[in-house]
């Protein structure tokens, strides 16, 4: 009698299961999708159950040590969906496992959130800069940490500001002890969700509103809608709706936005229309909290999952619809293996689990535009052509740097004078500007001006960026910091140049520029702390800030009806980045955050300043003809083909040793090939070459591209996946349908 054994699946980088024995006791409650735990050399770790009564291992098997719960963990269709993404994506099976679920029911608990954390806060009355420039005259560092927490919101950790930020404890002391600020324990950092005030909901639906979700009515279960609608032309509401159909007929869904649109006005939109029966999964959750909220779904108190990323994976019971709102954003896609998209594995699931899924967009990403393009059946288009109300569209004005006049004293920040006429123009009505700068710190890059030579990153091949508040060079791939040398590493010449202006010069000369004006300023610095975006938007919300300043963050999704002033100070920063993706990466940047624009009664203007004004991208985004730049790209991505048209893989090599790094693309290269021609398939090697980023972290890259049909690129993933799994050092990453080549 060897008694039952089980198949026991582990999250680790394993693409099979182990064999474990049930003792007696545990035997009859066992079920496929149980977590149990389980000892593998020493350890004990949580795994899944993927099959029982499996054939009998060859050495002894150990034993299941419990199952701590009553039921399954990952339903069948999850495991089915678990199965594809390890396939799909060329992941191992144990990773594509892990993804799943969320860290603390694989027992990887990092403890509750810091609800008793010390918070140093600002007090109120704030000098004006002027008066800074007297107060902190001797004091500079303490200058840049009070104008380090102005940036966070005017409050932030302590343990942040020592630990991320570098500020010494008896410098923040001295800061309170000069009664600029106040260290408090109270819970200013409660969760802004919590108990959020529901917004009610428009009484009722526009005509085109109507349509959508009649329409949405014949799409076959398992197919797709993509709601193609201009911002402002009221997508949310037809979510909503489409929700509330599922949830009266007793089912569940997912709403997935991007982590950035998870704001609390998104947040109020669902609690009016559903309640507590909303669950939101955002990255400020503790992991205690973020598995609460999955038990919550799983038993179905709660029905509505609302969530980024990773909430395509809620465990919902009587999944019935999906939404992937923004379906064009590149954070839908995951950083690590399973390299998984989540607006695919969606569709996946919705066909998995006979759901429905809608795409919402202003800017449809051009895979999806393709699909509308073709007579692709699985596919329904839903169009908003109008803002709510007929509202117009904001009128886009180019302003071609070139040639227009710019206000000196700002220097080198570009700043125009018809840009800072119609902030002036802003500020006398009381109204709200937005300016729009996508590249955070204070300058791109410090130059010598004796031998021009650059400051590089130690670890990567990339330029140091500069940055106040806390001062210093920063690396924005691999975060390494040291301050600003006093003269060239080179030549040791002492007049060093910043070029390429950051969101923290364009805060600067807007503050000298409009003194009385109160800025907020948006970017990775500022949004580093929990909820610090939250607080920065509800500050816009209730008035309190007359210009967002920010990078790409500020375009996304946020309804402020007071906004009547778009400014794009330099809109050519992503444009000629060495990615296909470029031009249309920067249409979608400008139509959205021209979308911020004119969103009240009181209408609104884009201005987009650029060295640029002939390129497509711009030219169409000044139109707010969408289709007709998706039309042009996709006529530019036949030839060279680019995706839509092929599927794409991208292998990237990396190692410590440059030679070896070069070498394996090499010789994966021509092994590639090779596959190719046995087993005749229509497939492209481009490469091997250095990544256009060639060193992160120490860390050589080299890559190899291939491309060509999606059934083509399916079998070529899986065998090169063998092979990734085989490869320790250099490291072989597979990244299919990659969002960025850089
Ligand atoms: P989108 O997501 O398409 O950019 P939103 O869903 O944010 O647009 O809607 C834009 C604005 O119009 C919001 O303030 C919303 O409350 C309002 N709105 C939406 N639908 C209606 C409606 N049927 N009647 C009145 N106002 C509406
Ligand atoms: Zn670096």
Same mark, same amino acid.
């Given at each position: 009698?060897?008694?039952?054994?089980?198949?026991?699946?582990?999250?680790?980088?394993?693409?099979?299961?182990? /064999?474990?024995?049930?003792?007696?006791?545990?035997?009859?409650?066992?079920?496929?999708?149980?977590?149990?735990?389980?000892?593998?050399?020493?350890?004990?770790?949580?795994?899944?159950?993927?099959?029982?009564?499996?054939?009998?291992?060859?050495?002894?098997?150990?034993?299941?040590?419990?199952?701590?719960?009553?039921?399954?963990?990952?339903?069948?269709?999850?495991?089915?969906?678990?199965?594809?993404?390890?396939?799909?994506?060329?992941?191992?099976?144990?990773?594509?496992?892990?993804?799943?679920?969320?860290?603390?029911l694989w027992g990887s608990d990092s403890g509750a959130a810091h609800r008793d954390e010390r918070i140093l806060t600002l007090e109120a009355d704030r000098p004006t800069l002027l008066e800074r420039e007297q107060l902190f005259r001797r004091r500079p560092r303490q200058?840049?940490?009070?104008?380090?927490?102005?940036?966070?919101?005017?409050?932030?950790?302590?343990?942040?500001?020592?630990?991320?930020?570098?500020?010494?404890?008896?410098?923040?002391?001295?800061?309170?002890?000069?009664?600029?600020?106040?260290?408090?324990?109270?819970?200013?950092?409660?969760?802004?969700?919590?108990?959020?005030?529901?917004?009610?909901?428009?009484?009722?639906?526009?005509?085109?509103?109507?349509?959508?979700?009649?329409?949405?009515?014949?799409?076959?279960?398992?197919?797709?809608?993509?709601?193609?609608?201009?911002?402002?032309?009221?997508?949310?509401?037809?979510?909503?709706?489409?929700?509330?159909?599922?949830?009266?007929?007793?089912?569940?869904?997912?709403?997935?936005?991007?982590?950035?649109?998870?704001?609390?006005?998104?947040?109020?939109?669902?609690?009016?229309?559903?309640?507590? =029966?909303?669950?939101?999964? $955002?990255?400020?959750?503790?992991?205690?909290?973020?598995?609460? +909220?999955?038990?919550?779904?799983?038993?179905? =108190?709660?029905?509505?999952?609302?969530?980024?990323?990773?909430?395509? #994976?809620?465990?919902?019971?009587?999944?019935?619809?999906?939404?992937?709102?923004?379906?064009?954003?590149?954070?839908?896609?995951?950083?690590?293996?399973?390299?998984?998209?989540?607006?695919?594995?969606?569709?996946?699931?919705?066909?998995?689990?006979?759901?429905?899924?809608?795409?919402?967009?202003?800017?449809?990403?051009?895979? /999806?535009?393709?699909?509308?393009?073709?007579?692709?059946?699985?596919?329904?288009?839903?169009?908003?052509?109008?803002r709510i109300e007929s509202r117009p569209m904001p009128p886009v004005e180019l302003v071609d740097l070139r040639t227009a006049a710019v206000v000196k004293e700002l220097l080198p920040v570009q700043w125009t004078t018809l840009l800072d006429d119609a902030i002036r123009?802003?500020?006398?009505?009381?109204?709200?500007?937005?300016?729009?700068?996508?590249?955070?710190?204070?300058?791109?890059?410090?130059?010598?001006?004796?031998?021009?030579?650059?400051?590089?990153?130690?670890?990567?091949?990339?330029?140091?960026?500069? $940055?106040?508040?806390?001062?210093?060079?920063?690396? $924005?791939?691999?975060?390494?910091?040291?301050?600003?040398?006093?003269?060239?590493?080179?030549?040791?010449?002492?007049? =060093?140049?910043?070029?390429?202006?950051?969101?923290?010069?364009?805060?600067? +000369?807007?503050?000298?520029?409009?003194?009385?004006?109160?800025? +907020?300023?948006?970017?990775?610095?500022?949004?580093?702390?929990?909820?610090?975006?939250?607080?920065?938007?509800?500050?816009?919300?209730?008035?309190?800030?007359?210009?967002?300043?920010?990078?790409?963050?500020?375009?996304?999704?946020?309804? #402020?009806?007071?906004?009547?002033?778009?400014?794009?100070?330099?809109?050519?920063?992503?444009?000629?980045?060495?990615?296909?993706?470029a031009a249309e990466r920067t249409f979608q940047l400008l139509a959205q955050v021209g979308g911020r624009a004119g969103r009240g009664p009181r209408g609104g203007r884009v201005l987009v300043q650029t060295r640029a004004p002939k390129h497509p991208a711009l030219r169409?985004?000044?139109? $707010?003809?969408?289709?007709?730049?998706?039309?042009?790209?996709?006529?530019?991505?036949?030839?060279?083909?680019?995706?839509?048209?092929?599927?794409?893989?991208?292998?990237? #090599?990396?190692?410590?040793?440059?030679?070896?790094?070069?070498?394996?693309?090499?010789?994966?290269?021509?092994?590639?090939?090779?596959? #190719?021609?046995?087993?005749?398939?229509?497939?492209?090697?481009?490469?091997?070459?250095?990544?256009?980023?060639?060193?992160?972290?120490?860390?050589?890259?080299?890559?190899?591209?291939?491309?060509?049909?999606?059934?083509?690129?399916?079998?070529?993933?899986?065998?090169?996946?063998?092979?990734?799994?085989?490869?320790?050092?250099?490291?072989?990453?597979?990244?299919?349908?990659?969002?960025?080549?850089?």
């Amino acid at each position: 009698m060897t008694g039952r054994l089980a198949r026991i699946l582990l999250p680790l980088p394993l693409d099979s299961s182990y /064999t474990y024995r049930l003792p007696d006791a545990l035997a009859d409650r066992a079920e496929v999708g149980m977590r149990a735990t389980v000892p593998l050399r020493g350890r004990t770790l949580i795994g899944i159950v993927t099959g029982l009564d499996a054939e009998p291992p060859r050495r002894e098997a150990k034993d299941v040590t419990s199952l701590p719960d009553a039921g399954p963990s990952v339903s069948p269709s999850l495991l089915e969906l678990v199965e594809w993404m390890a396939r799909y994506y060329g992941a191992p099976l144990g990773l594509a496992l892990r993804a799943v679920l969320p860290g603390a029911l694989w027992g990887s608990d990092s403890g509750a959130a810091h609800r008793d954390e010390r918070i140093l806060t600002l007090e109120a009355d704030r000098p004006t800069l002027l008066e800074r420039e007297q107060l902190f005259r001797r004091r500079p560092r303490q200058r840049e940490l009070y104008e380090a927490i102005e940036a966070l919101g005017g409050a932030a950790e302590v343990s942040h500001l020592r630990t991320r930020l570098g500020f010494s404890d008896a410098l923040l002391r001295s800061l309170e002890a000069n009664g600029y600020a106040r260290v408090s324990r109270s819970p200013v950092f409660r969760d802004p969700f919590a108990d959020l005030p529901p917004t009610p909901l428009p009484g009722k639906l526009s005509p085109a509103q109507r349509s959508a979700l009649v329409a949405l009515a014949d799409v076959p279960v398992g197919g797709t809608a993509l709601l193609y609608g201009v911002t402002g032309s009221g997508k949310t509401l037809v979510y909503l709706e489409a929700v509330r159909q599922v949830v009266d007929a007793g089912g569940s869904a997912i709403v997935l936005v991007p982590e950035i649109g998870l704001t609390p006005q998104t947040v109020s939109r669902f609690r009016g229309a559903f309640g507590d =029966q909303v669950a939101v999964l $955002h990255s400020g959750l503790s992991d205690g909290e973020r598995a609460d +909220a999955w038990h919550l779904l799983q038993s179905g =108190q709660r029905r509505v999952a609302v969530g980024a990323r990773s909430a395509v #994976f809620a465990p919902v019971p009587g999944l019935g619809l999906i939404v992937v709102d923004e379906e064009h954003e590149a954070t839908y896609k995951n950083g690590e293996a399973p390299r998984y998209h989540a607006r695919d594995v969606a569709a996946m699931r919705a066909r998995l689990e006979g759901a429905r899924l809608i795409l919402g967009t202003a800017t449809p990403s051009l895979e /999806t535009f393709a699909r509308t393009e073709g007579n692709d059946a699985t596919l329904t288009l839903l169009r908003l052509p109008d803002r709510i109300e007929s509202r117009p569209m904001p009128p886009v004005e180019l302003v071609d740097l070139r040639t227009a006049a710019v206000v000196k004293e700002l220097l080198p920040v570009q700043w125009t004078t018809l840009l800072d006429d119609a902030i002036r123009q802003v500020l006398e009505r009381g109204e709200q500007a937005m300016l729009l700068l996508n590249r955070r710190g204070f300058a791109n890059f410090l130059q010598c001006s004796q031998c021009g030579t650059v400051r590089q990153c130690p670890n990567c091949s990339i330029a140091l960026t500069v $940055h106040h508040a806390p001062s210093g060079l920063r690396c $924005h791939y691999c975060d390494h910091a040291e301050p600003v040398p006093p003269a060239c590493g080179e030549c040791g010449g002492a007049v =060093q140049q910043m070029r390429g202006v950051g969101t923290q010069q364009l805060e600067q +000369a807007v503050a000298m520029r409009f003194p009385e004006a109160r800025l +907020a300023r948006m970017d990775l610095d500022t949004t580093s702390t929990k909820w610090s975006h939250q607080r920065i938007l509800g500050a816009v919300e209730r008035g309190e800030v007359d210009i967002l300043l920010g990078t790409q963050m500020i375009a996304k999704g946020l309804d #402020f009806p007071n906004v009547t002033l778009v400014g794009v100070v330099d809109a050519d920063t992503g444009l000629f980045l060495p990615d296909f993706r470029a031009a249309e990466r920067t249409f979608q940047l400008l139509a959205q955050v021209g979308g911020r624009a004119g969103r009240g009664p009181r209408g609104g203007r884009v201005l987009v300043q650029t060295r640029a004004p002939k390129h497509p991208a711009l030219r169409h985004a000044a139109h $707010h003809d969408t289709d007709g730049f998706l039309r042009l790209e996709l006529a530019n991505r036949a030839a060279p083909a680019y995706p839509p048209y092929v599927a794409l893989v991208n292998a990237v #090599f990396s190692g410590q040793d440059e030679l070896a790094v070069s070498a394996a693309a090499a010789r994966f290269a021509e092994w590639s090939g090779k596959l #190719f021609e046995k087993h005749a398939l229509p497939l492209e090697v481009l490469g091997p070459a250095p990544c256009p980023v060639a060193r992160v972290r120490e860390r050589w890259r080299w890559h190899v591209l291939v491309r060509g049909p999606g059934r083509s690129i399916g079998r070529y993933v899986r065998a090169a996946a063998r092979v990734a799994s085989r490869h320790r050092e250099p490291r072989l990453m597979l990244d299919r349908d990659p969002v960025t080549l850089l």
